[in-house]
């Protein structure tokens, strides 16, 4: 028979095309009552300034559609922009840095490095989604908390919240090792569930074999038989969320052979079978099936939280560090005052010496105050400088800018007191505290995946119980071997190996062996052949030979301690993150009794720290009076300037402490954001759009140290500012 072997290759290629063009039909969308999943976005722009962070939601996959290629290919994730924003160049101002707290904060949401790392756990959690949806087990996400910017405390009994590094080494809320304290976690574990996504498995192969003879009925002269081999199959396999199973074989074998006793040569074998299973027992319904996109949404969820407490821990750092450099700020301003008391102290004693007035010692004296002071003032502005680095670090993603790096840092907003502290009952600040603080909300969450994962650990208890039905078929083709003779005798012949046609009913005088009648063989080579691809194909849609059934296949574990042990596990695990839920409100109610303390000590504080002043001040203008009088010496007035001086120091101190008490007041409340007119879409892209207002914050009205104080002045601004909406509590009427 004449066969094109090309052209047989050419409609196996169109077959392969067709059925990847097809399988998209066949994705699994999400659980029933969820969104179905849209096309992947276009690969993300960055803004044309190439300042802020490029969202890209990485838990849509990439639609085959136009590109069949794109699910394919590498995504190309774009390396992190380590330049600074342009809000810090508008902020510099004759080599310094004009910062308001409001624009710190701005600064921090754009630039800080600890929200950077956090923000791309965002994109993780969505990463662990697209996974899920595919029918994989997830990774885990991490809620550790990243605290690398130096200088800024964060509040709480312990000093720290939460830990990690914000990667994904510890997968907290995850399938990963690590959770809540365990070695591992069984969340996640359970049934095998088939892909969701179409698996299309193929063979191409091409066999050319010869082998010798050691058989009387494989006749050939040469004693060597050539078999020629091609093989073409096709698979599709897919999983559905009841927990079914979709497979689909499609098998073709083109044969050549030398073998006389052959049949046909060439031949045709084509056979296919759609096979549905469907799950009992174990495996059985969309929650054993859908556990893992139940997670992974669930820690996506947990992602948001994590991230909403990152930028509350890293503003309450911020706000922290701001304090700490108002204070170093004013507390220059202070020595430098003090320092320039001694001097002209100094240099009057020098010339009331000089007359007689005082004697020689009174000038050592005034010496050593101005040594004093002087240290004092180096140790000031030292401090000074430490905080400004540490600020400029804190709110700028590298220093490598020299306009930045050798820019003063100047703190445009002051302490702002309220006269009276507004009362508000402890036990609405707890309310308030177990409704906001993100660590709640994140056990919550995985409490109610420990939940649903129970679920699906008690269903792999049961035995494995599939029933599954099967329908397929199978053709023939080729041709005739053309070294067979054919014959009207309806009897079967015996073939000879004698060439010469003596001794032999069934040889020929042309050489042929053996015989082949037309009323034995197949059904399609009964009207003659050769039978191509296409009569093979159309056999398998005609049922000629039909292949079909039921069944049920039952697997029982015997003892079953594997899953028992699971289950129990996952129940003690669950039983313990209640524990551990429990353990953080009790946490977070002692948190905020403490912050309530912390607010009134604080501001205690302040109050005698600003008497002090005011005594130290009386009491330095009376001896000032008196020195003039005569009745008093120098060495006493530098004495009560030098108290004045730690007793002003003292209060810049205590100012600074007690809003940082606010602050941390308002983190153990969970109510920083809100308070601080934070916007976390702000955050998540790293652009501020709306400016923070900080309540407890006044703008100042000097903005350098010793600029407008006049040369002798021992005054300075620390006055207490008032403002009737920026009370914090003093009030505690327990639990």
């Not at 450099?325 to 001097?343: D, T």
């Not at 003032?377 to 000074?384: C, E, G, S, V």
Request: with cysteine; net charge negative; aromatic share 6%.
């Amino acid at each position: 028979m004449s066969f094109d072997l090309r052209s047989v290759v050419r409609q196996i290629v169109i077959m392969s095309l067709i059925s990847v063009l097809s399988a998209a039909g066949w994705a699994q969308d999400a659980p029933s009552g969820a969104a179905p999943l849209p096309q992947a976005p276009q690969p993300a722009i960055p803004p044309a300034s190439g300042e802020h962070y490029a969202t890209v939601d990485y838990s849509k996959p990439r639609s085959q559609f136009p590109n069949v290629l794109a699910p394919y290919r590498p995504a190309t994730v774009p390396p992190p922009n380590l330049s600074n924003t342009k809000r810090i160049d508008s902020l510099i101002q004759d080599g310094k840095v004009m910062l308001s707290l409001d624009d710190a904060i701005a600064l921090t949401l754009e630039n800080n490095l600890d929200i950077v790392l956090a923000r791309y756990n965002l994109n993780i959690a969505d990463t662990d989604v697209l996974r899920a949806v595919a029918g994989s087990n997830i990774l885990g996400v991490n809620t550790g908390v990243v605290q690398n910017t130096p200088g800024g405390g964060v509040g709480g009994l312990s000093g720290t919240v939460g830990s990690g590094t914000g990667g994904t080494s510890v997968a907290a809320g995850g399938v990963g090792t690590g959770t809540n304290g365990l070695v591992s976690s069984t969340l996640g574990i359970g049934s095998t569930i088939t892909s969701f996504d179409p698996v299309i498995s193929s063979t191409l192969q091409m066999d050319r074999a010869f082998a010798e003879s050691t058989s009387l009925f494989s006749v050939n002269p040469s004693g060597v038989i050539n078999t020629n081999t091609g093989t073409a199959n096709f698979s599709y396999l897919q999983g559905f969320h009841s927990g079914t199973d979709l497979s689909v074989g499609f098998n073709n074998t083109h044969i050549t052979s030398s073998n006389g006793a052959t049949t046909y040569t060439p031949a045709l074998n084509s056979s296919f079978q759609v096979r549905l299973t469907q799950n009992l027992l174990q495996g059985f319904g969309f929650l054993p099936n859908t556990r893992f996109i139940r997670i992974a949404k669930n820690n996506r969820e947990i992602s948001d939280v994590a991230f909403r407490l990152q930028v509350i821990t890293t503003v309450d750092q911020i706000e922290n560090l701001y304090w700490n450099l108002v204070y170093a700020f004013e507390n220059v301003r202070v020595q430098e005052e003090a320092l320039n008391f001694a001097q002209r102290t100094l240099e009057d004693n020098k010339k009331q010496v000089q007359v007689g007035v005082l004697p020689p010692i009174q000038v050592v004296n005034a010496q050593s105050t101005v040594a004093a002071d002087q240290q004092n003032l180096i140790l000031a502005r030292t401090n000074l400088e430490l905080q400004e680095l540490l600020m400029k670090n804190a709110l700028s993603r590298n220093l490598e800018d020299p306009v930045l790096a050798g820019a003063s840092v100047v703190p445009t907003s002051t302490t702002q007191i309220p006269q009276q502290e507004q009362t508000v009952p402890t036990q609405e600040l707890i309310g308030d505290a177990l409704g906001h603080r993100a660590e709640l909300t994140e056990s919550r969450i995985d409490l109610n995946s420990r939940e649903l994962n129970n679920k699906a650990v008690r269903n792999a208890m049961l035995p494995t119980l599939n029933v599954y039905a099967y329908y397929g078929g199978s053709g023939i083709g080729g041709d005739v071997n053309p070294v067979l003779v054919p014959t009207t005798l309806g009897g079967p012949c015996i073939a000879s190996a004698n060439s010469s046609g003596s001794g032999s009913s069934g040889s020929n005088s042309n050489g042929r062996f053996g015989c082949f009648s037309p009323s034995a063989a197949a059904p399609p080579f009964r009207n003659g052949g050769p039978v191509g691809l296409g009569g093979t194909w159309q056999q398998l849609v005609t049922s000629a030979a039909p292949d079909k059934g039921v069944g049920v296949t039952l697997n029982i574990p015997l003892r079953n301690r594997t899953a028992q042990a699971d289950q129990v596990r996952a129940e003690l695990e669950y039983r313990q993150a209640q524990v551990r839920l429990q353990q953080l409100e009790n946490q977070v109610r002692i948190e905020v009794r403490n912050a309530q303390f912390d607010v009134q000590q604080s501001r205690a504080s302040v109050d005698a720290a600003q008497a002090a002043v005011d005594f130290q001040r009386q009491t330095l203008d009376s001896e000032q009076q008196k020195l003039k009088a005569g009745v008093s010496t120098s060495t006493t007035v530098l004495s009560d300037q030098s108290a004045l001086t730690l007793a002003e120091s003292n209060l810049l101190s205590a100012k600074a402490a007690y809003e940082k008490a606010v602050v941390e007041m308002d983190r153990a409340t969970g109510l920083l954001l809100e308070h601080s007119g934070i916007v976390m879409a702000d955050a998540v892209s790293g652009e501020v759009n709306h400016m923070p207002n900080v309540p407890y914050a006044a703008p100042r009205q000097d903005q350098q140290p010793g600029a407008g104080q006049p040369q002798g002045s021992v005054q300075v601004p620390v006055r207490i500012e008032s403002s009737p909406n920026a009370g914090r509590v003093t009030e505690h009427s327990g639990y």
